[in-house]
Nanobody, 125 residues
Framework: VQLQASGGGSVQAGDSLRLSCAASGMSLRQYTMAWFRRSPGKEREFVAASFRNAGSTFYADSVKGRFTISKDNVKNTVSLHMNSLTPDDTAVYYC???????????????????WGQGTQVTVSS
């Protein structure tokens, strides 16, 4: 099982970016997929998740209304569309997958057994 994240870059405040995570060795239809991020000097934090099968989505309050997670079960990818970026969004973003996630733990990094390598997003003011 492998997750390969891509799409990061350096942008200006107010810009948009789309991160993508390609999965191999697993069918995303059966997995809960999430994005986490880690900013310098901070703990890794939950950003967004798409629950398996039903595809219900969940967001951190800090990104709600600006970020959208979407899963393409045909292409076996999960994307994070990020709008209205601010310098506070600067971080390394990681995609993660879980076969057995439960809703109450969907925001916990320990729920996820599969992780991508991370992609850097830098937002300048």
């Amino acid at each position: 099982v492998q997750l390969q994240a891509s799409g990061g870059g350096s942008v200006q405040a107010g810009d948009s970016l789309r991160l993508s995570c390609a999965a191999s060795g697993m069918s995303l239809r059966q997995y809960t997929m999430a994005w986490f991020r880690r900013s310098p000097g901070k703990e890794r934090e939950f950003v967004a998740a798409s629950f398996r099968n039903a595809g219900s989505t969940f967001y951190a309050d800090s990104v709600k209304g600006r970020f959208t997670i979407s899963k393409d079960n045909v292409k076996n990818t999960v994307s994070l569309h990020m709008n209205s970026l601010t310098p506070d969004d600067t971080a390394v973003y990681y995609c993660a997958g879980s076969a057995g996630a439960i809703l109450s733990a969907i925001r916990n990094s320990g729920t996820y057994g599969y992780w991508g390598q991370g992609t850097q997003v830098t937002v300048s003011s």
